[in-house]
């Protein structure tokens, strides 16, 4: 059986009855009150031919994956209690699945790591395999994620003047407005590429000229957001530094970090770019790919 009917413009949780899977449905469950939007959770059951089934009936198998379906959806119900809820148990490739559903979903939601992956891994395969090819934005929730660190109580985004930064920008500061958070733009320069050029040392270059270039790309990336969004407590950081380190570092016990698919630096076939991908696995809050459709 193969994916059912998924809701259009959903807020769409992959389950699989793991911790990390509860801390996904929570937070699905609370954007979806946030912005009125109907919240679909997708359990998918290995088949033959994507994965191994396990031993026992065939039955049996089907009756756990609709308990593990049916218990999600009452947790979702017990966090948020007038969202309309629904979910289906298919079979087939979890990350196959929710990617087919990300056509249709406003978001899709993914633990870091479900119950097959190991202790050690910080991101699981199906995570990391949905970030990369989902068609909407894709949130990253972390399994008890730290409330202390410099971002505590906001959000977090990282901007470098691309195309799909700018989509972060908006969704960061929607997300910051309607969960009444502080916004920290963190633009990273670092002194190996500008503007995707080598330089030959750390200490190559006019690096007053370079920050007054980079303090432009920021100011045009921020341009009508201010105005658009005057409840929103603004932050800009403007750094030399690595950005994933840096972003990692500022988002520390942050609400959540949004970084679009690939930046300035990637090459358009990239589906996600190097400081995404970092920020996947390093970052110690829920992360948020946001992508062009």
Known sequence: MGLESVPRDSIVVGVDGSPHSHDAIAWGAAEAARRNLPLHLIH???????????????????AEGDAVAQG??????????????????????AAALLVEASEVADTIVVGARGRGAGRSAVLGSVSQQVAMHAACPVVVTREHASQDGAGAGRVVVGVDGSELSNAAIAYAFNHASMTNSGLTVVHAWWWEYVEGVLAESPWAGDWEQIRSDEEVVVAESLAGWREKYPDVDLAVHIVRGHPVELLAEESAGADLLVVGSRGRGGFRGLMLGSVSQGALHHAGCPVAIVRNR
């Open 72 to 93: 999600s959806i009452s947790r979702a119900r017990l966090a948020e209690p007038d969202v309309r809820v629904t979910a289906q148990a298919p079979y087939g490739s």
């Open 44 to 62: 998918v059951m290995p088949d033959h031919e994507h994965g191994t089934p396990g031993p026992g009936d065939p039955d049996e198998r089907r």
